[in-house]
């Protein structure tokens, strides 16, 4: 007699990679300024992508601690307005926290709120932002091509976007090698089966198709460099478990004998980029431009 393991539904699913965000969250929010050093290259290329004026809204997707957002706030201003938002509440919170000491350290500024937005479902009207942007999270959305038609739709017209991606898993072993040996000693697929992962648009085409097929033009992608610097070993290791959102529970789970095994084989791996200053280990990122049509489809 044979039983069928049921598989979990795509909602199922997507419930839990939301609920996944907010179990890291206060790791985000401890690491905030680590994680703005480590992609200020990223954040600058999606401003200036987007080419940001006073008086432009802007919604920032799948925000964390909401960094890029607050980048943007000076080049909107005065007049303008920016959104901050993530679909865990948990990482709402704390952006919003983050936007309030800015307001409260005299910053000059526009209007800054911060919300629960799911990127596949944006619950905001058509047609009302000047600028969309979403620094490392299209690549998580069950349907990428769902999230770009809600971009797209959002937009007013002749409004831009820029997004960014990690490229291919071999390209980024700073992250790479840590699921490579899960993956290796689970002997379970990391991520599972029908989850997304980091790289899940990291394939070539795969983040200029899906910003085309919402319909948006003008569409262009670029590779940027984006190593990462760690001063030892230990410090990698803390942090990256610390922020992973689909390791951090799956380790936290294993008996300490296997997460030491795990540690171990890492560091192996990493060793060919230790140097004098600490861990430099390379990293590749897509940075993806696109505009709605000026005149409403």
């Not at 802007?58 to 957002?69: N, S, T």
């Not at 350290?105 to 979403?134: N, R, T």
């Not at 033009?217 to 190593?227: I, L, T």
């Not at 300490?256 to 280990?281: F, K």
């Amino acid at each position: 007699m044979t039983t069928d393991t049921v598989q979990p539904t795509a909602q199922q699913i997507r419930q839990r990679v939301h609920a996944m965000w907010g179990v890291v969250a206060e790791s985000w929010g401890e690491h905030a300024d680590h994680v703005e050093q480590r992609s200020q290259v990223v954040t600058r290329l999606l401003i200036d992508a987007v080419a940001p004026a006073p008086g432009d809204e802007v919604l920032e997707l799948a925000c964390g601690a909401g960094g890029l957002g607050l980048a943007i706030a000076d080049r909107v201003s005065p007049g303008g307005r920016v959104i901050l938002s993530d679909v865990a509440p948990e990482m709402v919170a704390i952006a919003a926290a983050r936007a309030a000491r800015r307001d409260t350290a005299g910053a000059a500024s526009p209007e800054i709120h911060a919300q629960v937005v799911d990127l596949e479902q944006i619950d905001l009207p058509d047609a009302s932002f000047d600028i969309v942007l979403c620094r490392e999270g299209l690549m998580f959305a069950l349907d990428p091509a769902q999230a770009a038609n809600e971009i797209a739709r959002v937009l007013r017209p002749g409004g831009r976007v820029a997004v960014a991606v990690w490229g291919p898993r071999n390209r980024n072993p700073w992250l790479g090698v840590l699921a490579d040996a899960v993956q290796e000693h689970t002997g379970s697929p990391v991520p599972p089966p029908g989850v997304p992962g980091p790289f899940s648009l990291g394939t070539d085409g795969a983040l200029a198709s899906t910003l085309a097929g919402a319909g948006l033009e003008q569409v262009a992608v670029e590779q940027v460099a984006v190593p990462t610097h760690d001063p030892s070993f230990e410090d990698y290791w803390q942090l990256r478990t610390d922020l992973a959102g689909p390791l951090k529970r799956l380790l936290e789970g294993m008996p300490q004998q296997d997460r030491a095994a795990i540690q171990q084989t890492v560091r192996a791996r990493l060793s060919p980029y230790q140097t004098s200053n600490g861990l430099e280990i390379p990293g590749l990122a897509y940075i993806g431009f696109a505009r709605r049509a000026p005149h409403a489809q």
